[in-house]
């Protein structure tokens, strides 16, 4: 069992894919010779070969497109945009054809490609570089929108998506890409795309976290079991579909609750978790849920940046405050 990094498990996953199925092929801008901006296709063509490991013009629009028509065609395309900030030029492919495809078919064509789109801050990129823009995607019947937290469930996250029938945006923490490593098993590992994992167990209070921001809940996590409470954290893994269930049964087990993302708070994520905790559990709550996330501003430059992420400080916070109401 090799321990890898997010970057070395997404392309061991993509690997595995393009070894077992001829049909799944790869496209995107400096995808091919120089192995992706991030490297995370790094090695791919020189083992597939360029019809499979397709380097693309900047079109956006145009890389979304070439994959929705390779999909229905019988191929299984993942399109790479190198930031997710730079996916607004697609976002038409996406919301006019790609998720709406089956519906408009009414059964007849399905669109199964996975469009991988590296997200979030603490990189110190540039504009458009580091937005948190999940909702945006979530809000579109016909996709389901996957955000891995740590290497494993990257590798069995994305091999799940490729095989999926349907459109998958990969959401990628590009923070969490060489942020640490972790023991990937050597054999087949698929999840369940919809299914969250409770990823520590505890009874006084229920903590929703993702992507990047889940170390750094778990992290409060432990700050707050030095003080006595017991947190359960759920790392959610996927934004749409969500598992209500298993977000439901903790928080009737807390109590309480709180909600943890890097997206903008307004409108964000954390809103409809929290509307969903009100209408599924609100008798068995002894707090209003709490929210930690980002500001409503975009993303700041270099010296602000980690001001603008939430972090165990602030997490602490919230949930003091949730336990003490």
Request: with cysteine.
């Amino acid at each position: 069992m090799a321990e890898l990094t997010m970057v070395e498990a997404i392309n061991l996953a993509l690997r595995e894919e393009m070894q077992r199925d001829e049909r799944v092929v790869l496209l995107g801008e400096d995808v091919g010779v120089d192995g992706g901006i991030f490297r995370v296709t790094k090695d791919l063509i020189e083992e597939f070969g360029e019809a499979r490991v397709m380097d693309t013009p900047l079109a956006e629009s145009g890389i979304l497109g070439f994959a929705i028509g390779m999909a229905m065609r019988g191929m299984i395309p993942v399109p790479e945009l190198q930031f997710s900030g730079f996916a607004y030029e697609g976002f038409h492919q996406l919301e006019s054809h790609a998720s709406r495809m089956r519906w408009r078919s009414q059964g007849g064509l399905s669109v199964p490609m996975t469009v991988r789109m590296p997200y979030g801050a603490g990189v110190r990129a540039l504009e458009h570089h580091s937005e948190s823009r999940e909702v945006f995607y979530a809000h579109m019947p016909g996709l389901k929108i996957v955000v891995p937290s740590g290497p494993r469930n990257a590798r069995s996250l994305l091999l799940a998506a490729i095989r999926d029938p349907d459109p998958v945006v990969f959401f990628e923490p590009k923070a969490s890409y060489r942020a640490f490593r972790e023991e990937v098993p050597d054999d087949e590992e698929i999840a369940e795309i919809g299914k969250a994992v409770t990823v520590r167990e505890g009874g006084d209070i229920t903590i929703v976290a993702y992507g990047a921001m889940l170390p750094r809940t778990i992290e409060a996590a432990e700050a707050l079991a030095k003080d006595s409470v017991s947190a359960e954290v759920i790392d959610l893994l996927t934004i749409s579909p969500l598992d209500w269930p298993t977000v439901t049964a903790s928080v009737r087990k807390t109590g309480r609750c709180v909600v943890v993302h890097e997206a903008p708070l307004s409108y964000g994520p954390g809103a409809e978790i929290v509307a969903r905790v009100m209408e599924d559990s609100f008798l068995s709550l002894e707090a209003p849920v709490g929210r930690v996330a980002g500001p409503d501003v975009h993303v700041p430059y270099f010296a602000r940046e980690q001001r603008y992420l939430p972090d165990c400080a602030r997490i602490l916070g919230v949930c003091k405050s949730v336990l003490d109401y």
